[in-house]
């Protein structure tokens, strides 16, 4: 499903992946079957892949429900709203019905591992967001111990990343004191969980915001999109890592010398069910259960 539509619920929003819509004071999210890269969407779906992080998410929101809690009021098609029911084929398994928050404009990253932009800034610098690192890591080498690594949105609309100071001096030294300790916990159990299933989170960025004056845990949890899982069996510092997310994409429209630019080039067939597959996978070994 590339695009969600749903005559006579107002559309808020469509984002790279997830379509918004209002339902009197409460938002419906659709996670839909696009797939971004290069910050521009791509024309085709990716099979299955708004089902697997809706899903994922619900995973954990649900086991991190006593640590903090989150926007979600329905996650079942039975429990939405009537205006809702005639849509059921499009919203099964994919939405989520949750209460409006006032979002904390920083999204909050936790790095076990050095990688992605992460890495360019070791380069640069010999550290990642002003946290000096050993000298010496290689790409995709562990961390002595995870980091919080923020970032804001830039004017352009990419992400910045920030020192905890700066987040500190927009939102308060309290509130961001808060958000870092509860990056890392949630960071730190997560990776503990998906050890046991043989994925290594690299990495994972999570967004907060506030529901009548409480903090709560929104928009997508450790999914494949928001986060680097690496199958744990070929982690090899030194370079690149296998993946369950679109980091095959990526591969693949750098293969073709894609200059990045609109219009986005159709992916093959190949590369669209291959793709579908990792996400699927990533599904099966987080939670345990199959993708019907």
């Not at 099979?47 to 996650?75: C, M, Y």
């Not at 076990?112 to 640069?124: E, R």
């Not at 046991?196 to 450790?222: H, P, S, W, Y």
């Amino acid at each position: 499903m590339l695009e969600s539509n749903l005559p006579g619920v107002k559309l808020r929003a469509r984002g790279k992946v997830r379509d918004i819509y209002e339902v009197g004071d409460h938002l419906l999210i659709v996670a839909t079957d696009r797939i971004s890269a290069f910050d521009y969407i791509l024309p085709n779906a990716i099979p299955q892949k708004g089902e697997v992080l809706n899903r994922i998410s619900l995973f954990w929101f649900d086991r991190f429900g006593e640590l903090i809690p989150n926007h979600l009021i329905a996650t079942e098609v039975d429990d939405y709203p009537a205006e809702l029911q005639p849509f059921r084929d499009q919203l099964q398994g994919r939405s989520v019905l949750c209460r409006k928050a006032e979002m904390i404009a920083v999204d909050c990253v936790a790095r076990g591992y050095v990688s992605g932009s992460g890495w360019k800034d070791y380069k640069a610098t010999g550290a990642i967001c002003g946290i000096p690192l050993p000298a010496g890591l290689q790409e995709s080498d562990k961390l002595p111990e995870p980091i919080f690594t923020p970032a804001t949105k830039a004017d352009s609309g990419h992400d910045e990343n920030v020192s905890f100071e700066h987040v500190a001096g927009r939102i308060g030294v309290e509130l961001a004191t808060r958000l870092r300790d509860l990056t890392l916990e949630i960071y730190r159990q997560a990776s503990e969980y998906a050890a046991t299933r043989g994925i290594v989170i690299a990495d994972t960025k999570f967004e907060f915001g506030f529901v009548d004056g409480q903090l709560v845990l929104c928009d997508e949890v450790l999914t494949p999109d928001s986060s680097r899982f690496w199958p744990a069996d070929q982690w090899k510092p030194g370079g690149q890592q296998p993946s369950y997310d679109k980091q095959f994409v990526r591969d693949y429209l750098e293969s073709i010398q894609w200059n990045k630019q609109p219009p986005a080039p159709v992916l093959p067939e190949e590369v669209v069910l291959r793709t579908s597959g990792k996400y699927k996978e990533a599904y099966r070994l987080i939670t345990g259960a199959e993708l019907s």
